[in-house]
């Protein structure tokens, strides 16, 4: 047995992510550190904006650059450095290493073919097998996501689809290449609550059964309370905090988070008035000085205002970056 633990399967160190525009430069990732360990499945939470999913297109390096300025003292998939790999180092380890859920099937897809043409390809792209055995494999990854009539969809086009059964069918395309970490970015976007939940029930069973890792990118704290073991809270493109996900639930240290889980509808019986965060979020080509919950929360003060304050420890696998931690 090595003596060493095994490297992190992401890691993310002091990663920032900035657009240059005619007037300014948007600053949509600040300083963001994360790991993920193999088979670990982390949630990234956070308003719109926040640098959720920024983030992941970052490491996979699916943002375009220029315009996009990347910088980090480490951005690593499987022990690859996306940071100086080439560009068929980046393409073989989206496919074998990492894949990733979009948000919205119907523009993910191209409407030009079908979901059988867009499946085999991704498959022949990453592993050298015949046209006719990436079929076969096609179908068989539809059966696993639980669609029916499996050949059929294989010649269907994504216009031709529903909302859920497109999202399945990317499901079975982002696994096609056997990846180590699956990253999902709001899959259940526009999905009505019977659907939403048959997916996620589904991710984490694949999850389980091929033993890969997942970053789930969301807004909804009821997603990760179902879905993952351990959450990232983001806010301004920085990381508020990071605990074991009943943690962050049962006792929040930082108080965005507490904002944000005394923000969720049904918390308490009866009717009730929703809960909101005042203000807006930050924006980004104009950030607040200083932690940028700073001018919506309550227990802000000078020193908020003057100085972001680093990442603390606060428990056992527990962080938060707050000057108000008891």
């Given amino acids: 047995m090595s003596a060493f633990p095994a490297?992190?399967?992401?890691?993310?160190?002091?990663?920032?992510?900035?657009?240059?525009?005619?007037?300014?430069?948007?600053?949509?990732v600040r300083g963001v550190t994360?790991?993920?360990?193999?088979?670990e499945s982390i949630g990234i939470v956070g308003e719109s904006g926040s640098g959720k999913s920024v983030?992941?297109?970052?490491?996979?390096?699916?943002?375009?650059?220029?315009?996009?300025?990347?910088?980090?003292?480490?951005?690593?998939?499987?022990?690859?450095?996306?940071?100086?790999?080439?560009?068929?180092?980046?393409?073989?380890?989206?496919?074998?290493?990492?894949?990733?859920?979009?948000?919205?099937?119907?523009?993910?897809?191209d409407p030009v073919f079908t979901i059988g043409q867009q499946i085999v390809e991704t498959i022949r792209v990453h592993r050298a097998v015949s046209k006719a055995e990436a079929r076969?494999?096609?179908?068989?990854?539809?059966?696993?996501?639980?669609?029916?009539?499996?050949?059929?969809?294989?010649?269907?086009?994504?216009?031709?689809?529903?909302?859920?059964?497109?999202?399945?069918?990317?499901?079975?395309?982002?696994?096609?290449?056997?990846?180590?970490?699956l990253f999902a970015d709001e899959p259940t976007t526009a999905l009505d609550v019977t659907v939403q939940a048959q997916i996620l029930q589904l991710i984490k069973q694949l999850q389980a059964e091929f033993g890969m890792g997942l970053i789930m990118v969301t807004h909804d704290l009821g997603v990760v309370a179902e879905t993952v073991d351990r959450v990232v809270v983001m806010y301004g493109g920085k990381v508020m905090e990071q605990a074991p996900v009943q943690d962050i639930f049962d006792s929040p240290a930082?108080?965005?988070?507490?904002?944000?889980?005394?923000?969720?509808?049904?918390?308490g019986g009866g009717r009730q008035r929703l809960i909101e965060i005042p203000g807006a979020s930050p924006n980004p080509a104009n950030p607040p000085t200083g932690c940028p919950f700073h001018p919506r929360c309550t227990l802000a003060d000078a020193q908020c205002a003057a100085a972001m304050p680093a990442m603390s420890q606060t428990g056992p696998s527990r962080q938060a970056a707050c000057w108000k931690l008891a």
Avoid at 11 to 27: C, E, K, N, Y
Avoid at 34 to 39: I, K, N, Y
Avoid at 86 to 92: E, G, K, M, P, V
Avoid at 254 to 267: D, E, I, K, N
């Fill in 7 to 28: 490297p992190p399967l992401v890691d993310i160190r002091d990663l920032s992510v900035s657009f240059p525009q005619h007037d300014g430069v948007v600053q949509a």
């Fill in 136 to 181: 076969s494999e096609a179908q068989t990854l539809l059966t696993r996501v639980e669609i029916r009539n499996p050949a059929s969809i294989l010649d269907s086009f994504p216009h031709q689809l529903s909302g859920g059964m497109l999202q399945r069918a990317m499901i079975a395309m982002a696994l096609s290449c056997r990846p180590q970490i």
């Fill in 254 to 267: 930082h108080p965005y988070t507490r904002a944000l889980l005394a923000s969720m509808p049904g918390q």
């Fill in 55 to 109: 983030s992941c297109m970052a490491v996979l390096r699916l943002l375009r650059s220029p315009p996009a300025r990347i910088e980090a003292t480490a951005l690593s998939l499987g022990g690859v450095d996306m940071i100086s790999a080439d560009n068929r180092q980046i393409a073989d380890t989206r496919g074998r290493v990492a894949a990733m859920i979009f948000q919205d099937p119907m523009t993910a897809f």
């Fill in 34 to 39: 994360l790991h993920v360990d193999t088979g």
